[in-house]
Nanobody
Framework: QVQIVESGGGLVQPGGSLRLSCVASGMAFSSLAMAWFRQGPGKEREGVAWVSHNGASTNYRDIMKGRVTISRDNAKDTVSVYLEMNNLKPEDTAVYYC?????????WGQGTQVTVPT
């Protein structure tokens, strides 16, 4: 059974930091590039950070560059993907999701809510 579980979100003041985690299992995630996505209130889901299958390459959405770091740990049957976020801003408020980079996406997890008040 394919499953993705995100965690680590919360309420954080502007300028604060959070570390998001996701655990993906049930398919060969270790051979796939992975990404963090987010969906803000009334907005489309968008990719914010990408990591290659072995963690050697990363890329970030322009508005996130310099403020976030994506990383991963590949285990035999699961993959953990992390998103370290710093200097958070109110516009970062969103539900954050983890998934493979390319379609077809794996079933989406429930996401983790990040709230940065104005």
């Amino acid at each position: 059974q394919v499953q993705i579980v995100e965690s680590g979100g919360g309420l954080v003041q502007p300028g604060g930091s959070l570390r998001l985690s996701c655990v993906a299992s049930g398919m060969a995630f270790s051979s796939l590039a992975m990404a963090w996505f987010r969906q803000g209130p009334g907005k489309e889901r968008e990719g914010v950070a990408w990591v290659s299958h072995n963690g050697a390459s990363t890329n970030y959405r322009d508005i996130m560059k310099g403020r976030v770091t994506i990383s991963r740990d590949n285990a035999k049957d699961t993959v953990s993907v992390y998103l370290e976020m710093n200097n958070l801003k109110p516009e970062d408020t969103a539900v954050y999701y983890c998934n493979r980079v390319a379609t077809p996406f794996a079933p989406w997890g429930q996401g983790t809510q990040v709230t940065v008040p104005t």
